[in-house]
């Protein structure tokens, strides 16, 4: 072990004296500091905002004045999903998806006020998030001072020496492993020291840890591989083009493959199309403002038989507002259908691209980062019907106001005049129909049991550098 030591610390002054290594480090060490300071003051403004905004908005609904209670329905409420903890280092599809909707009836509204509108978080390159530093830069800076580990020993003529004198060839590469790891510890610190942060903000311990845990065998994977590729070359500048060619076959050009594949394997309709056929679907239910659309007739029949009554004007309940719940629930179990649709074709999508982890550390790190942040699509997902309930919920809720609390003969006389228009009205008191909305990831241990392939595919990662170094030991000669 005195031996490995003595290597590593050998590795660390030369990094010193040549100036390179501590250059690097000081420029990766600033740029992910930042990074993580900039990220984390905006997630902790953002969820300070959205909480005022959501307090704001349920307080608008409820202090709206008399109203027809349809019209309520279309005044609408917003809900806002607040950033997790761990989305400081890891916004994940976040900056993409959108984190508020304004929720109305007879229609389901997608998530909005994103950073941008892009096709996948998983394969844009348009913040520079901590985890993004992380994924892609630091292997690049674990390269550029690592290419050279192997060849500059061998270009020197120091390596036969140190064979001749009886050194271990494992305890060489050993040491020169353990330096790069050191180096990559030292890149990891920051996001280890916010992943802490975000536990001691609520975030599960456990969590905190797998996070931390992942991206040390992502940096130990790129150190091994590093290694492995100056132990095989005979040239520091061969092995840093080779080095360089990995970096961008398996951080960028593989991601860019798999994202196209995913789309190409489990196609989606855009959204054109969508909207035409969801209209088209619609079309058939009927007009639900209209009570004598053909499409309620047999609806009609029904409640005159149900209460024995010869016309609608006898019913005990407003047949307009029977309409429209009856049409509510209609239209919403259609939406609902293209909805699940939607959002199966986006999670076999990300699934087809989550398996590119078997032939991309990056893409498996990735994976892993935004199912231990709550920041995937399945949370995302998860918000969505989270807010889908709440919208149906509370329009019902007005309906039924409409229904039992407003005589038929003044709703539909409401148009003819002034008189009439505030007669076709409601207490406000009737509005506190809002059920509390606060979204949260899901439970630690459950994101962790979601997490378990990706941890493998970094598993089976890390044994196949380790064989690679092991077949290029051999080198050392």
């Not at 990735?366 to 231990?372: A, F, K, P, Q, V």
């Not at 149906?392 to 007005?398: A, E, G, T, Y």
């Not at 962790?448 to 000669?477: D, F, G, H």
């Amino acid at each position: 072990m005195k031996v490995i030591t003595q290597i590593m610390l050998d590795e660390w002054r030369y990094w010193l004296r040549s100036k390179l290594g501590i250059t690097v480090l000081a420029i990766t060490l600033v740029i992910t500091i930042a990074a993580v300071i900039v990220n984390a003051m905006e997630m902790r403004q953002a969820a300070e905002e959205r909480q005022t905004l959501q307090k704001t908005a349920e307080a608008r609904f409820l202090e709206q004045p008399d109203r027809h209670p349809h019209r309520m329905v279309h005044y609408g409420h917003y809900v806002f999903r607040a950033p997790s903890p761990l989305s400081i280092v890891e916004p994940g599809v976040d900056a993409y998806t959108g984190t508020s909707i304004f929720l109305e009836g007879h229609r389901q509204n997608s998530a909005m006020f994103a950073e941008q509108r892009q096709s996948s978080g998983m394969t844009r390159f348009s913040s520079l998030s901590p985890s993004f530093l992380m994924q892609v830069l630091a292997p690049l800076f674990i390269l550029l001072i690592g290419y050279a580990s192997m060849t500059r020993e061998r270009e020197a003529g120091t390596l036969s020496i140190m064979v001749l004198q009886g050194l271990s060839r494992w305890h060489l590469l050993l040491g020169k492993l353990l330096a790069l790891m050191g180096a990559g510890l030292v890149i990891l610190l920051p996001l280890s020291i916010a992943s802490i942060g975000a536990a001691l903000q609520g975030e599960s311990a456990l969590v905190s840890a797998g996070f931390i845990l992942g991206y040390f065998l992502y940096l130990l994977v790129w150190s091994a591989l590093v290694l492995a590729v100056s132990t095989m070359s005979s040239k520091s500048n061969s092995s840093f083009a080779v080095s360089l060619g990995i970096w961008l076959l398996l951080c960028i050009l593989i991601p860019r493959i798999g994202s196209s594949v995913a789309a190409t394997v489990e196609p989606s309709l855009g959204k054109l199309e969508s909207d035409f056929a969801v209209l088209e679907a619609l079309r058939k239910l009927g007009d639900g403002h209209n009570a004598a659309d053909p499409a309620f007739e047999q609806l009609k029949k029904n409640l005159l038989a149900q209460y024995d009554a010869e016309s609608v004007d006898e019913l005990p309940v407003n047949f307009r507002g029977v309409v429209a719940e009856y049409s509510e629930k209609k239209l919403t179990n259609v939406l609902n259908q293209f909805a699940e649709a939607r959002m199966e074709e986006e999670r076999s999508q990300a699934n087809v691209l989550r398996n590119f982890g078997w032939l991309s550390p990056t893409i498996a790190v990735r994976s892993l980062s935004m199912m231990m942040a709550g920041t995937n699509v399945e949370t995302h997902h998860r918000f969505l019907r989270d807010a889908e309930t709440l919208r149906f919920d509370f329009v019902q809720s007005l309906n039924q106001i409409h229904r039992d609390h407003l005589d038929y003969k003044t709703d539909m006389a409401r148009s003819k005049s002034k008189a009439s228009s505030l007669a076709a009205r409601v207490s406000s008191d009737n509005w506190s129909v809002l059920s509390e909305f606060e979204f949260k990831p899901e439970p630690g241990t459950q994101r962790l049991e979601n997490s378990l392939p990706y941890i493998a595919q970094l598993l089976l990662w890390c044994v196949l550098v380790m064989v690679m170094l092991k077949y290029t030991m051999r080198r050392v000669q």
